[in-house]
């Protein structure tokens, strides 16, 4: 089964900074990978996601960037602000459209003002 | 439009106990998903429903855990009996699942922290 590696597990930036989160997949049979940040005390939700025939995917001050050869993806988030603090969590899964996700072990991101 | 509920959001329970989560998916959404975070680790996959019927149930520990979704809207999943290493936070997603091969953004719920003491 799919094996999904996620580091650092903790990050601290100063405000401005630019956050960079690695991701890491087995199953080269995957190709969606969505990014769920969860705040304190909330539900994570979705903030991105990124399926294999593209290479990269911005929007605003985040941006995931995927190489298939490597079976790795990139989470990077500019102009860091305090707001962005939360746990971060990679995935992957096989867009079959009913396939479950396999999740990364999370990234602790701390904004400091 | 309701996002995906949980209840309960806590609940402590004694070793040997049993304990009974529900969640409510989106209206309309056929798949359901359970997952379990335990103590800081992955958010890890315990099983799927479409609509009424289990997709997959690979992620269920052990026979100490049933999931049910009868009429393919609310889901439960108890633990019973439940022991210590079971407390962790257990999330349920709901997504469309459009039927065109492709997969849709997975709605989570707030979870239910599970402490078994």
């Known amino acids: 089964g799919e094996n999904v590696e996620q580091h650092p597990s903790t990050l601290s930036v100063q405000e401005g900074d630019s956050a960079v989160i690695k991701c890491t997949y087995s199953?080269?049979?995957?190709?969606?990978f969505p990014w769920y940040k969860q705040e304190l005390g909330k539900r994570p939700q979705l903030i991105i996601d990124i399926r294999s025939n593209v290479g990269e995917k911005k929007d605003q001050r985040i941006a995931v960037t995927l190489n298939k050869t490597a079976k790795h993806f990139s989470l990077h988030i500019t102009e860091t602000q305090p707001e962005d603090s939360a746990v971060y969590f990679c995935?992957?899964?096989?867009?079959?459209?009913?396939?479950?996700?396999?999740f990364g072990s999370g990234t602790r991101l701390q904004v400091q003002p | 439009e309701a996002g995906v509920t949980q209840f309960p959001s806590h609940s402590v329970i004694e070793k040997g106990q049993t304990v009974t989560l529900r969640c409510d998916p989106i209206s309309g959404h056929d798949n359901l998903y359970w997952y379990r975070r335990v103590m800081g680790k992955e958010i890890k996959f315990l099983l799927h429903?479409?609509?009424?019927?289990?997709?997959?149930e690979s992620g269920m520990p052990n026979n100490r855990f049933l999931a049910e979704r009868t009429g393919g809207t609310y889901s439960t999943l108890k633990v019973q009996p439940a022991e210590l290493e079971d407390s962790g936070v257990y999330f349920c997603?709901?997504?469309?699942?459009?039927?065109?091969?492709?997969?849709?953004?997975?709605?989570f719920g707030q979870g239910t922290r599970l402490t078994v003491v």
């Open positions: 997603a709901s997504s469309q699942g459009n039927g065109l091969g492709r997969n849709t953004e997975a709605f």
């Open positions: 995935a992957a899964s096989i867009s079959t459209g009913r396939r479950a996700l396999t």
């Open positions: 199953d080269s049979a995957s190709n969606y």
């Open positions: 429903f479409v609509k009424e019927s289990k997709q997959d």
